[in-house]
């Protein structure tokens, strides 16, 4: 089960970003958490793209 968390930058974006390695930048804080949340909801999804990324 992933746990995201997200986090507020220099610059005033948000990254919204998972221990699994998922990350999105230059959110807003509204933004960020819909990502995190859409993230947690999706991990069978995410989890394919990224054993799809990591074999080529
Ligand atoms: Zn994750």
Do not use: R
Not at 29 to 48: G, P, R, S, Y
């Amino acid at each position: 089960m992933c746990d995201t968390e997200i986090e507020t930058e220099i610059d005033g974006t948000v990254t919204a970003f998972c221990y699994c390695g998922w990350a999105e930048y230059g959110h807003n804080t509204e933004t960020a958490n819909a990502a995190a949340h859409a993230h947690e909801n999706a991990l069978d999804v995410i989890d394919a793209d990224a054993f799809t990324a990591a074999a080529v």
